[in-house]
């Protein structure tokens, strides 16, 4: 493998399973802490979660599948792009042209802070539902009063960062999928907080978008049925 390589011209930076371990470790143990998943639902969510995470440090750092896929399209547009060396992973950076190191790249530096901000988001969120549940209250304060599903919200803020950091092409296979997921797994969590809080929840939902402020419904539903 490596021989081969080399009589192309390209360097090798991958291979690295020792990084796609522990750089899904940092990220899964951070949203786990953020997330603090207890019913089915919530590992099902996470579990979704984790394999996108998964499959991206996997090509990231272990076996570049979209690379290898994609080689004779890049070598054929991007002739002086060392195609398997780490930089060339960033495609977002190899399609505009990127002339600097890559995790100075707009790109980059807008992929940490959304990352960075789901994984606060999974964290403010936390906090006021697990106030709200000890109490037996809808949680509609904090976050929760601008969005009804910030947690989702948060994961999906998360994969986009990671999309415009590293793309691949399971990673934006799996992108869509996971978001109608989640609006099932919203939906459905929405049909159980209407038959546990009545009213006090329709009216909540009523007011309060789902997951984007001025969309207060989700697929249209109608909170009166």
Do not use: C
Not at 39 to 49: E, H, L, V
Not at 102 to 110: A, E, G, R, T, Y
Not at 145 to 154: E, L
Request: avoid cysteine; charge should be neutral; hydrophobic fraction near 45%.
């Amino acid at each position: 493998m490596e021989g081969s390589e080399k009589n192309l011209g390209h360097s090798y930076d991958y291979g690295s399973w020792s990084f796609v371990v522990i750089n899904s470790a940092v990220i899964l143990i951070f949203a786990f802490s953020f997330y603090h998943p207890k019913t089915k639902r919530d590992w099902r969510s996470f579990g979704a979660f984790s394999a996108f995470v998964i499959a991206l440090f996997t090509e990231m750092y272990g076996f570049p599948l979209t690379i290898y896929l994609l080689s004779g399209w890049l070598t054929s547009n991007f002739p002086n792009v060392d195609i398997f060396s780490h930089h060339a992973g960033h495609l977002w950076w190899v399609a505009f042209g990127g002339d600097t190191n890559p995790h100075s790249d707009p790109f980059h530096i807008l992929s940490n802070i959304l990352i960075f901000g789901g994984l606060a988001l999974l964290y403010v969120a936390w906090r006021v539902l697990h106030k709200a549940q000890q109490l037996g209250q809808v949680a509609s304060s904090g976050i929760y009063a601008y969005i009804r599903h910030p947690q989702y919200v948060g994961f999906i803020i998360i994969m986009t960062g990671f999309l415009l950091q590293w793309p691949t092409l399971p990673t934006l296979v799996m992108f869509p999928i996971l978001i109608w997921m989640y609006v099932r797994l919203a939906h459905r969590e929405e049909q159980e907080s209407l038959r546990l809080f009545g009213d006090a929840y329709r009216d909540y939902a009523q007011s309060v978008p789902g997951f984007i402020p001025g969309l207060p419904r989700i697929g249209g539903k109608s909170w009166k049925d």
